[in-house]
């Protein structure tokens, strides 16, 4: 019985619609940065809001993805077009992860992972003078990893392994306005149509991957990790559980060259807090709390970590948006 009248009150709307959901209201909030040193640590924080160094950070390395995604735009767009199709849009997926390595050859390099590039196109035209067709391709590059060279080797030679790795996919649909009267014909066309758009795609890919190594060479003078004296500063110093203290910001600041030509450097980003709306009965945690950057130091004279996230104090906000005009959507709490 308890089940049945349950059903009846979801099937008339008591309680939370699916489709509503409570949207988070950053009330205040903080940067984060703990550095670790052997066993010990240090924390520090700063609001994100006023003239502090760490929120503008925190947003530069948000907005990573989009200026990665905006860049392969940039890439395939003109291929795309000069092939007669029409650029409809991208995304990118998935957070970078930084790995900066020395070599013997006395260069560095940067290797780029973590993240897949999706692209649609449309593409129109009329065959054979009768058939006029609408093809949408939806192209994947998949665990796309490239690796960067800072530095010139003593031949001025690029490195081998300096250069772009991924995954290429791509599909395509068609529409054809004779398609209901050539139940044999069409597929065949279709087909024909696809497949030549699916390898013009393909080939922009590749020339571009081509095009693109050749940016991958960066000068020596390249200051590609000015950012860290903004998360370590100068005063920072870690007590240790034996009672001592290591100045670890001064150590950066006075070994900053002697670090980056000879430490592996680990670098994965995040979004930061998740500000995603959540459906739910019961309201959600006020504190919300998420990693920016973690970067890992590993050199012949020292080790260590800086974890860098941000944590907000929100309140939930009822949309109260429902599927049904006729169903009850009331705040739940």
């Known amino acids: 019985m308890k089940i049945k009248l349950l059903v009846l009150a979801l099937t008339l709307g008591w309680g939370f619609d699916v489709n509503a959901a409570f949207v988070p209201v ?12 052997g066993a010990g640590s240090h924390t520090y924080s700063e609001s994100i809001y006023g003239n502090g160094s760490l929120a503008s950070l925190a947003d530069q390395m948000k907005g990573i993805p989009y200026r990665l995604r905006t860049t392969f735009d940039e890439l ?36 780029l992972s973590g993240i897949s590039y999706h692209l649609r196109a449309n593409y129109s035209g009329t065959r054979y003078g009768i058939v006029t067709f609408s093809c949408t391709n939806s192209t994947s590059i998949d ?9 010139s080797a003593a031949n001025g030679e690029p490195l081998k392994n300096v250069g772009l790795t991924s995954n290429p996919s791509t599909s395509t649909d068609c529409d054809s306005n004779l398609s209901w009267i050539m139940p044999v014909l069409w597929p065949l066309l279709a087909n ?12 922009g890919i590749n ?14 003078s390249e ?16 007590q240790l559980p034996n009672g001592q203290s290591f100045p670890i910001g001064q150590y950066v600041q006075n070994n900053i060259s002697y670090l980056l030509s000879n430490s592996s450097i680990v670098i994965e ?45 929100v309140r939930w906000k009822w949309d109260g948006k429902c599927l049904h005009s006729n169903q009850r959507c009331q705040d739940p709490r």
């Open 76 to 111: 395939l767009r003109p291929t795309i077009e000069d092939k007669g199709a029409s650029f409809l849009g991208s995304s990118l997926t998935g957070w970078p992860v930084l790995k900066i390595t020395p070599m013997p050859e006395g260069v560095l390099l940067a290797n």
């Open 207 to 220: 020339s571009g991957v081509e095009a693109l190594k050749k940016d991958l060479v960066f000068g020596a």
């Open 269 to 313: 980003t995040g979004p930061g807090p998740d500000m995603t709306p959540v459906q739910s009965g019961n309201e959600p945690e006020p504190i919300l709390h998420g990693m920016v950057a973690k970067i890992r130091f590993s050199s012949p004279a020292v080790s260590f970590t800086v974890d860098f996230s941000q944590q907000y104090d």
């Open 26 to 37: 950053i009330k205040s909030g903080r940067s984060i940065v703990t550095v670790s040193y």
């Open 143 to 151: 665990n796309i990893s490239v690796t960067g060279q800072y530095g």
């Open 223 to 238: 200051n590609y990790l000015l950012g860290i004296g903004r998360l370590i500063s100068p005063s920072t110093v870690v």
């Open 192 to 203: 024909v149509v696809n497949n030549a758009i699916d390898q013009r795609l393909l080939a």
